[in-house]
């Protein structure tokens, strides 16, 4: 018995990263998949190769979540669970960052999540209760420079967890928020070619397990706030970052 057999998930960034690995470790455990990017070649692959059907979807645009709620509940009849992981990154100084700029990671991170939330409450509903994972940051809940846009959006995602929490307990939805520090994937890889070896070097000198996470590891997170393991929590923040937000070492 799989710890997800017989529910029905809707993944977005699922093409890679970390939502590739939840897709994975998901189906392993026996559920049935949506998984939604808008890299289409590699989220099919991810799709063919774990069971479950592809959509594209701009988490920006309402219309692409009414489609892949839909393809949800047309191919599998309900809608038992939510994994908002798509996200962008942007590094730049508060003064040099443009109004643009700005409002793009918005719009995929906060923008993004709320649709998500929006859209899947009513087969939640219907489903007779489910869950809801958003992917906020390490940074929604402590400062570091020349990530502006990003840590906004990131800490209105935790905002917007605990209220939905509030509001859908008693439709039966539970809501939480994974907060992943450094994690190896290509939104936070600088550059090709740099190894993980490389990346653990660094990260080394700031966290406390001395590496960088693995996508492989949050998505273990997003499995336990999916099932039954937390049945009994809601509207709360999960830090996975290797210790990093413990405090800093002097030696």
Not at 41 to 49: C, F, L, T
Not at 185 to 192: A, K, L, Q
Request: net charge negative; with cysteine.
């Amino acid at each position: 018995m799989g710890k997800l057999d017989g529910r029905v998930v809707l993944i977005t960034g699922a093409a890679r990263g970390q939502g590739e690995q939840e897709a994975r470790l998901f189906a392993a455990e026996g559920a049935r998949l949506v998984l939604a990017d808008v890299l289409d070649e590699q989220g099919r692959a991810v799709a063919d190769e774990t069971g479950g059907r592809y959509v594209h979807l701009d988490v920006s645009r309402e219309e692409d979540w009414a489609a892949a709620v839909a393809l949800a509940t047309d191919t599998y009849g309900r809608l038992d669970g939510l994994v908002n992981n798509a996200g962008i990154l942007r590094f730049n100084e508060l003064a040099s960052t443009p109004l643009e700029e700005f409002l793009q990671v918005v719009q995929v991170n906060q923008v993004g999540a709320f649709l998500g939330m929006r859209s899947a409450i009513p087969a939640l509903e219907a489903a007779g209760g489910g869950t809801i994972v958003n992917t906020a940051s390490y940074v929604a809940l402590t400062g570091m420079a020349g990530v502006t846009s990003y840590a906004a959006s990131k800490a209105a995602i935790l905002g917007m967890t605990r209220v939905a929490a509030m509001e859908l307990a008693g439709k039966g939805i539970r809501v939480n928020a994974m907060c992943p520090g450094a994690i190896d994937t290509p939104m936070s890889n600088p550059g090709e070619g740099v190894t993980s070896e490389a990346l653990d070097a660094l990260y080394g000198k700031l966290v406390p397990l001395a590496r960088i996470g693995r996508p492989e590891e949050v998505a273990r997170l997003a499995l336990f706030l999916t099932s039954e393991d937390s049945s009994y929590i809601t509207g709360q923040p999960f830090v996975i970052d290797g210790g990093w937000l413990a405090g800093v070492s002097l030696f």
